[in-house]
C-alpha cells in the first residue's frame, strides 16, 4: 500500500507548461551546455600539449575522462531512482560541467586542467540518467520518438556552435586557449539560468506521464542498489542489441585519420565535414523520431543495415564515397542519440528509468569503445577484413532486434511499439 500523499501531491494534474515546451526548453539547456564542453572538446588536446602533456598523458586524462563519464552512471542512475530528485542530479551535474570548463582557462599546469577535464566529464555522468528520464515523461506526451529527436536536433545544434565559437576567439586572440575557454562562461551561466526557470516552472515532469510528482514516487517504485539486476528481461536484450551496433560502428577518429592519412582532404576540410555531419545527424534524429511514434520500433531495423554500410563507404580510397561514408556515419550518430534511447522508455516504468538510463548508458559508451578499437585495428590489417567483421557484427544485432520485436509483438505506435512501460 503506498505511503499517504504529502504536500508534493496537491496540485494540477499536468504541469503549467505544454509538454512539447518543456522538451523544447529542456532542449534548449542542452544545445547551450553542448556549446561548453563540445566547444571546450575541440581543443582538449592542443590545450594539454600546449601545457607541456605528452600523447599519453593526453591518452589517459581523456580516456579516463570517458570512463567517468560511462562507469559512474551505473551509480548515478539507481541513486537517482533511489532519492526521487531527478531535478536535483540534473542541476548538479550541468553545473559541475559549466564551472569546470571556463576553469580550464586558468589553468597552468597539467594536472589542474587534466582534473577539470575529468570533473567535466564527471558532470555529465552525474546528470544524463536523472536528466533523460525528466525528457522521457513530456516525450510520454509528445511521443517518444518526436521528444527525444527534438532534444537531439537542439544538442546538435549546440555541438555545431561550440567549436567554431572556440575557433573565432583562438583566431581573433592569436591562439590563445585562455580567453576561448573563459568565453564559455557565458552559454553556461545561460544554461544554469534556464536549467532553473525550468525546474521552477515544472517541479514535477513525472506528471506529464503519471499524474505523481517525479521527486516523490510510489514506495513500490524506489529503486534499491541491487535495482539492476530486476530490470525487465526485454531490457537487456535491448541493451545487448544497441551494444553491438555500436560494436560494429566506426569511431569519427578513424574515419577521419583515413581521410587525412590517404590524402582524400585537408586536415583543414575534416571539421567542416564533421560539421556537415552533425547537421545530418539532427535531421536523421528528427526522422526516425516521427517515424519511430508512427510504426513502433520496427524503424530500429534500419539502424545495423545503414551502420554496416559506413565502413563500405567511408574507407574508400576515393573522395566522393569516403564524404558520402561519414555523412552516413552521421545519420547512424543521430538514430543512436535519440531513437534508441526514445525506446528505452517504453521498455521500463517511470520508477527504474533512471537505473535503466545509467546501465543502457555504461554499455553503449563501453561498446563504442571497443567498437573504436576494432575498427582502427582492423584498419591497419586490412579494410575489407573491416567491412566484412562490422558487417557481421551489425548483421547479429540485426537478429537480437528481430528477437526483441518478436517477443514484445509490436504494440501501439504512439508508445514507441515495444510493450508499453513496464
Known amino acids: 500500500m503506498p505511503p499517504p500523499a504529502g504536500p508534493a501531491d496537491t496540485g494540477p494534474a499536468r504541469p503549467p507548461l505544454s509538454a512539447w515546451r518543456f522538451v523544447l526548453w529542456f532542449g534548449v539547456v542542452a544545445m547551450l551546455a553542448d556549446v561548453v564542453y563540445e566547444g571546450a572538446r575541440s581543443i582538449t588536446g592542443p590545450l594539454l600539449a600546449d601545457l607541456g602533456a605528452s600523447a599519453l598523458t593526453v591518452g589517459v586524462i581523456t580516456g579516463v575522462g570517458e570512463a567517468s563519464a560511462l562507469v559512474l552512471r551505473l551509480v548515478s542512475g539507481p541513486l537517482a531512482d533511489r532519492t526521487g530528485r531527478f531535478w536535483a542530479w540534473a542541476v548538479a551535474g550541468y553545473g559541475l560541467t559549466v564551472v569546470s570548463v571556463p576553469l580550464l582557462g586558468l589553468a597552468s599546469v597539467v594536472w589542474v586542467a587534466g582534473a577539470l577535464i575529468i570533473a567535466e566529464r564527471v558532470g555529465k555522468a552525474v546528470r544524463q540518467p536523472a536528466k533523460d528520464t525528466l525528457l522521457s515523461h513530456a516525450a510520454a506526451v509528445t511521443g517518444r520518438g518526436r521528444g527525444f529527436a527534438a532534444h537531439e536536433a537542439l544538442d546538435q545544434a549546440g555541438a555545431l556552435a561550440g567549436p567554431l565559437a572556440v575557433a573565432a576567439v583562438l ?11 573563459l568565453a564559455l562562461a557565458v552559454p553556461g551561466a545561460l544554461t544554469l539560468t534556464v536549467l532553473a526557470w525550468l525546474r521552477v516552472r515544472v517541479p514535477h515532469p513525472a506528471r506529464y506521464e503519471t499524474g505523481r510528482p517525479a521527486e516523490q514516487p510510489r514506495q513500490r517504485d524506489r529503486a534499491t542498489p541491487g535495482a539492476a539486476s530486476r530490470l525487465p528481461g526485454r531490457f537487456w536484450v535491448y541493451a545487448a542489441f544497441a551494444g553491438l551496433t555500436m560494436t560494429g560502428f566506426a569511431t569519427f577518429g578513424v574515419l577521419s585519420f ?37 510504426y513502433g520500433a520496427r524503424v530500429l531495423v534500419v539502424l545495423p543495415v545503414v551502420a554496416a554500410a559506413v565502413p563500405a563507404l567511408a574507407f574508400s580510397p576515393t573522395v566522393g564515397p569516403a564524404v558520402a561514408g561519414v555523412l552516413v556515419w552521421g545519420a547512424v550518430l543521430g538514430v543512436q542519440e535519440s531513437t534508441l534511447k526514445a525506446t528505452v522508455a517504453d521498455l521500463v516504468g517511470p520508477g527504474r528509468r533512471a537505473t535503466a538510463y545509467g546501465v543502457f548508458g ?61
Do not use: K, N
Request: no cysteine; hydrophobic share 55%; aromatic share 4%.
Open 171 to 181: 583566431a581573433a586572440s592569436g591562439g590563445d586557449y585562455g580567453p576561448a575557454l
Open 258 to 294: 583515413h581521410l587525412v592519412a590517404a590524402d582524400l582532404l585537408p586536415a583543414a576540410a575534416v571539421p567542416v565535414l564533421y560539421a556537415a555531419a552533425m547537421v545530418v545527424d539532427a535531421v536523421a534524429a528528427i526522422a526516425t523520431g516521427w517515424a519511430y511514434d508512427r
Open 362 to 422: 555504461a554499455v553503449v559508451g563501453v561498446a563504442a569503445a571497443a567498437g573504436g578499437a576494432l575498427t582502427g585495428g582492423l584498419y591497419e590489417t586490412s579494410v575489407p577484413l573491416l567491412v566484412a567483421v562490422t558487417a557481421t557484427v551489425q548483421a547479429v544485432a540485426l537478429g537480437v532486434l528481430v528477437t526483441v520485436l518478436r517477443r514484445d509483438r509490436v504494440g501501439s505506435p504512439r508508445r514507441g511499439g515495444v510493450g508499453g512501460t513496464g
